[in-house]
């Protein structure tokens, strides 16, 4: 089975729904289908953005640390899943759960596989 990431986006200035706790409480039942299915790997979510540093070590010297998201943009990154799926399909199906759960765009993308000795 190939391994995925799904990414759910968002943006910071978006207000907290009304109903939170019934997000929350599908995305719990969510992950616990995606355990039980044996397709749970990792997951999580994140804190707003304003809250990330970069580091930059790319050139000579110390690494320079930068606050903020690397990405200046109005969306952001909020949470992921890692899962595994036989194939696209049934992935996208698991996305599909995934965002109607935590009522966000969820980006699907492969892990690249491990070459062959």
Request: some cysteine; glycine content about 10%.
């Amino acid at each position: 089975m190939a391994q995925y990431l799904l990414t759910v986006h968002g943006s910071d200035s978006d207000p907290v729904p009304d109903n939170v706790e019934v997000i929350l409480a599908a995305v719990d039942r969510f992950n616990t289908d995606l355990q039980a299915s044996g397709s749970w790997v990792f997951a999580g979510g994140l804190h707003p953005s304003t809250t990330a540093t970069v580091v930059d070590a790319t050139g000579a010297g110390d690494p320079i640390l930068t606050d903020g998201p690397y990405l200046e943009s109005k969306e952001h990154l909020g949470g992921f899943w890692i899962v595994e799926a036989p194939d696209l399909d049934a992935v996208l199906e698991l996305a599909g759960r995934g965002s109607a759960a935590c009522a966000r765009p969820v980006e699907v993308r492969p892990f690249q596989s491990e070459p062959d000795n």
